[in-house]
């Protein structure tokens, strides 16, 4: 691969998934799935940026841990009917 390639594709990778991610920001005050289109716009830009990876593997142990939390507070209220 030449460099101009490389760093084509690297542009490309940074204005979509920033593109995105921007627009999840924005969802989060304006209407809109901002839960889902942050992730997307991470995992874009983890394609070639650790800082993205990092973020993204985050991003995800939040949410498991919130759902794990969750269900778990579903489960108690179920046995307490």
């Known amino acids: 691969m030449s ?3 490389k760093l084509a594709r690297r542009i ?3 204005v979509l998934g920033g593109t995105v991610l921007l627009a999840g920001i924005v969802m989060i005050v304006a209407p809109g799935p901002a839960t889902l289109v942050i992730p997307i716009g991470l995992a ?3 394609v070639e ?3 993205a990876r990092l ?3 985050k991003l995800r ?3 498991s841990n919130q759902n794990r939390k969750n269900h778990g507070e579903r489960a108690e209220n179920h046995r307490r009917r």
């Open 3 to 5: 460099t101009t390639y």
């Open 12 to 14: 490309v990778i940074a």
């Open 44 to 46: 874009i830009l983890a």
């Open 49 to 51: 940026f650790a800082w």
């Open 55 to 57: 973020w993204l593997r």
């Open 61 to 63: 142990k939040t949410i």
